[in-house]
């Protein structure tokens, strides 16, 4: 498949773990972040860190969105889908995170009318056929995401659709990185930059990274040579004493990114003043609510909400494993209490988050036997 | 098509998946994947997009034309 066999193949990513190793300084330890959840899902499912010496560390960064979602947002959304006449909708692995009593799929199990769609537009598609129903879709996601549910929210206020309305969840990437990057808990050198993020804000909101914080970005695809080659620019840029956002993913990611998604993104949304992430608490100007023009789409003004802000399990590290403090597998409860079939934490739930990945991949059964 | 059936969780993450325009219809137009997957996406965020073009999708909306 194009765009895809070729950046799998083993000789070439031999080639690149050689040219890592030939780049790093021996005796120093390297903390790269990848941002995304994407990113470690691919690192650990083809064993990248594997391949990569034993002082350049990978750290997970906070870019999986299921993973971040605090769970009193959940309880606002299962207290939703309890009231009469609704059906709410919302994307496959948000059915299994836990909020304070229980998920949305066992909400759904208990007689509440929950449906996983793949797109917002499919939630407006189940709208269109049941006007007789207030149907709610649970939006969340990074920019990669956001044009879409602002797309549907166009579609149907251009349509004249009443009976749709969306509880809205989206984040954007800048503000955790900050906060990650003024944390005292966590020195990292490099960024391994979310590509498909980049495709839709492009490269200059990461500049604040080499420009405020002296450290170097490189923009990267998620097949396991881009990360590899990503990675070997990362080190390359710290050889060398420079710090820049760099574009390794310039076949997919424009450096402007896609200014017409911006355009909706802005017309239909607002920053919040701030929101709720699990593991970094309260970040300013970090989410996004509908704005003035389309808040008769918002669920949260539709419906009645508990608006609970909930303390995460106390056995739960997510919030460690979330900043890069600790490893998936050094949590208490990590492949025992915690597992994707029952998972305690957000990180256990999405394949995109780092103790699924760990999990599904069988990466934390070799870090037991060592330690 | 489920959340997760491709390498990655392609409803609320950042994988986007490779999709071919087979038939526009205004801002939406039906693609089709590699996998044989069929949807309709929204095309409106891309100037020109023609049948045949192979563009990137995330949650049925095209970000990038390749």
């Excluded at chain 1, 031999?14 to 995304?36: D, N, S, W």
């Excluded at chain 1, 995460?312 to 403090?325: F, I, M, N």
């Amino acid at each position: 498949m194009k765009f895809v066999d070729e950046f799998r193949d083993a000789e070439l990513g031999r080639v690149l773990a050689g040219k890592i190793l030939a780049t790093v300084e021996p005796g120093r330890h390297y903390k790269v972040m990848e941002v995304c959840g994407g990113h470690t899902h691919s690192i650990y499912k083809y064993g990248i860190d594997d391949l990569l010496p034993e002082n350049v560390e990978l750290v997970h960064g906070p870019g999986c969105p299921v993973c971040v979602i605090p769970m009193g947002r959940v309880d606002d959304g299962i207290a939703i889908a309890h009231q009469d006449g609704v059906i709410f909708t919302c994307f496959g692995d948000m059915m299994r995170v836990p909020g304070s009593n229980g998920t949305l799929l066992e909400a759904k199990a208990a007689g509440a009318d929950v449906r996983m769609v793949y797109s917002p537009l499919d939630a407006l598609r189940i709208a269109r056929e049941n006007p007789d129903r207030q149907v709610v879709f649970f939006a969340i996601g990074f920019e990669t995401t956001a044009p879409s549910t602002a797309l549907t929210l166009k579609r149907a206020k251009a349509e004249g659709i009443t009976n749709f309305s969306c509880v809205c969840n989206h984040v954007t990437i800048v503000p955790p990185l900050r906060a990650l990057l003024e944390s005292p808990d966590l020195r990292l050198d490099g960024f391994i930059g979310p590509g498909h993020v980049c495709t839709v804000v492009g490269a200059r909101p990461l500049a604040f990274i080499p420009a405020d914080y002296h450290r170097p970005v490189v923009i990267s695809g998620f097949e396991p040579l881009d990360i590899l080659q990503s990675i070997e620019m990362i080190l390359r840029q710290l050889a060398e004493g420079r710090c820049e956002v760099e574009n390794q993913y310039k076949r997919v990611v424009p450096a402007e990114g896609n200014l017409k998604a911006l355009e909706v993104m802005a017309e239909v949304f607002e920053l919040r003043p701030h929101f709720e992430w699990r593991g970094l608490g309260f970040i300013s100007q970090s989410a996004l609510r509908l704005s003035n023009a389309y808040a008769g789409f918002d669920a949260e003004q539709r419906f009645a909400v508990p608006g609970v802000r909930v303390a995460d399990p106390k056995a739960c590290q997510c919030g460690e494993v979330l900043k890069g403090v600790i490893k998936p597998w050094e949590c208490k409860v990590f492949g025992t209490a915690c597992t994707p079939e029952h998972a305690i934490g957000t990180c256990m739930v999405s394949p995109e988050g780092a103790c699924a990945a760990y999990y599904n991949y069988g990466r934390f059964a070799r870090e037991r036997v060592v330690s | 098509m489920s959340d997760c059936d491709h390498d990655g969780c392609i409803t609320c993450g950042d994988v986007a998946i490779e999709m071919t325009v087979v038939r526009l219809d205004g801002d939406l137009a039906v693609c089709e994947a590699a996998d044989g997957d069929v949807r309709t996406v929204e095309v409106g965020l891309l100037d020109g997009v023609d049948e045949g073009d192979r563009v990137l999708v995330h949650a049925d909306v095209a970000l990038v034309r390749q």
